[in-house]
């Protein structure tokens, strides 16, 4: 199980880390700062929430497939999805309405955090 949580948490660095150059030396001077400002912020979250893949995955396989660690990893997943990708894709459409789905991604993040430290509390108690 943790092989999987791995594997999600090199795909969104890469994935990461390739979107990153794209905004660097695609998106100079196509679009607005403010515009790029916001990819990357995308970015960054998404980086950041490919390393607490990697703790999940760490977690999993030294506290066991525990639901509230697939949660969250799950949760971490969905925020990239909706959090990023809404970021992504306002920056390359400029349709605003996908900035409203971006609070959702937040929450998502939000979430994942809050299981995953009570996920760690839960095995700070089991012996």
Not at 50 to 64: D, H, I, P, Q, S
Not at 84 to 101: A, H, T
Not at 103 to 127: H, I, N, S
Request: charged fraction near 5%.
């Amino acid at each position: 199980m943790y092989l999987t949580w791995l594997f999600w948490a090199a795909v969104n660095g890469f994935i990461a880390v390739a979107l990153g150059a794209f905004g660097a030396h695609g998106l100079q001077g196509r679009v607005t700062a403010q515009r790029l400002d916001n990819w990357h912020t995308a970015v960054q979250y998404q980086m950041f929430h490919a390393v607490a893949l990697l703790a999940v995955a760490f977690l999993v396989r030294e506290l066991g497939a525990l639901p509230l660690l697939r949660v969250s990893g799950r949760l971490f997943l969905a925020g990239i999805a909706l959090f990023c990708g809404s970021l992504y894709l306002l920056v390359l459409s400029n349709q605003r309405w996908l900035g409203m789905i971006t609070p959702v991604g937040g929450v998502c993040f939000l979430a994942g955090w809050v299981l995953l430290a009570y996920a760690c509390w839960q095995g700070l108690k089991t012996p």
